[in-house]
């Protein structure tokens, strides 16, 4: 069983940055991939970024791109979503997931973290 324990939102203006933080703990090749989410009030849950332990190779929504950055650290066990240039938009609880594959991430995530709460105001 993988645990994933998401930190580090809270209620920032725009233009801000913030950093996200997962740490994973029970790691097995189920979870070969981890990723982050979001969703917004009123809308579906959406990919953001994943990024592979081995190797580090990285994916991104179009909407983050360019502003977003998933980066790890294998010896923490912990996977981070640098945020700049914050929007209003980009409100949202961001989720923590964990899959074998970058497309099985991306489609159907094996675990989930309970989420951490990021609020951009204007």
């Known amino acids: 069983q993988v645990q994933l324990v998401e930190s580090g939102g809270g209620l920032v203006q725009a233009g801000d940055s913030l950093r996200l933080s997962c740490a994973a703990s029970?790691?097995?090749?189920?979870?070969?991939?981890l990723g982050w989410f979001r969703q917004a009030p009123g809308k579906e849950r959406e990919f953001v970024a994943t990024?592979?332990?081995?190797?580090?190779?990285?994916s991104y929504a179009d909407s983050v791109k360019g502003r977003f950055t998933i980066s790890r650290d294998v010896a923490k066990n912990t996977v981070y979503l640098q945020m700049n240039s914050l929007q209003p938009e980009d409100t949202a609880v961001y989720y923590c997931?964990?899959?074998?594959?970058?497309?099985?991430?991306?489609?159907?995530?094996?675990?989930w973290g309970q989420g951490t709460q990021v609020t951009v105001s204007s």
């Open positions: 029970g790691r097995t090749f189920s979870s070969s991939v």
């Open positions: 990024i592979t332990w081995n190797g580090g190779a990285t």
């Open positions: 997931a964990a899959g074998p594959s970058s497309r099985l991430v991306r489609s159907s995530p094996l675990y």
